[in-house]
């Protein structure tokens, strides 16, 4: 299919983690500033930016709590200009207000997405040997705050999402250029198996539609990959050379706008009226 991405921010840093937070708003993360960023929808990039809250270290991926919280996947590690102290593991912000969480045994959170259940499920493809600590994805219940792990074995585990009736866990790949597809029982997955190959990619963020098509980031190759429910690629969508997408989310009172996050320029882009796509 033909598009045409609308700029809506550039010059925000380091930009992952879309959300959509409805009312025409929309939040981004700056890992280079160590903020989070809102924006307008319908804005351009002069007139996009409406508030910065500032979390300090590298915050990653973000997801909307039925709370109407965001929970922020932060790494910790990336080179910021903020001089808050932070460590590794999850915030919770709340209008300006930003809670560091205790989140043991944590070394680099990326990406999370909210389940049927109410807990977060996320990221950490972080490596400490000393920690006997090696990529997994996590999940944390708020109710209780405990954090458990659920999966292992996956090279590098970044962008997540469920599919339409949350029966499976989709998990991109970024060492392995694949999509792996992980059947859900409760709070626990089952074994993580290939559901997409996609080489040179280095996949990133991934959402659905209401379709069960996947998006996915391809930071290496500079498009969003789409995947039908075999697992076959039925599309590429160039964001422009060197642009490096990171991560997307559908957007709008609909969720019929695409929205890409890249990381060259520090942009936020856009395509309308794309298809029907699931909450995150």
Known sequence: MATSFREIARGIGFTEGPVWLGEGRLAVTSMSRGQIVTLALDGTPDTSVERIVETGGGPNGLALGRDGRLAVLQNAKFRTRSLRPVSAGIQVVDGDVVTDLVTPASVAPND??????????????????????????????????????????????????????????????????????????????????????????????????????????????????????????????????????????????????????????????AVDDLADGLPL
Not at 138 to 160: K, Q
Not at 222 to 246: A, F
């Open 112 to 269: 999370g997405t909210y389940g049927p259940d109410g807990a977060l499920w996320y990221t950490d493809p972080g490596t400490d040997e000393e920690r006997g600590l090696a990529p997994r994805v996590r999940r944390w219940d708020p109710a209780t705050d405990d954090v458990t792990t659920v999966a292992e074995g996956i090279a590098f585990p970044n962008g997540l999402a469920f599919d339409a009736d949350a029966s499976a866990l989709f998990v991109a790949d970024s060492h392995g250029d694949r999509i792996v597809r992980l059947p859900r029982e409760g709070a626990t997955l089952g074994d993580a198996e290939t559901f997409a190959e996609i080489p040179g990619t280095e996949p990133d963020g991934i959402a659905f539609d209401a379709g069960g098509n996947l998006y996915v980031a391809a930071f290496a190759s500079d498009e969003v990959v789409v995947i039908d429910p075999t697992g076959s690629v039925t599309d590429r969508l160039p964001t422009g050379e060197g642009s490096r997408p990171t991560n997307l989310c559908f957007a709008g009172d609909d969720l019929r706008t695409l929205v890409v996050t890249l990381a060259s320029g520090g942009r936020v882009v």
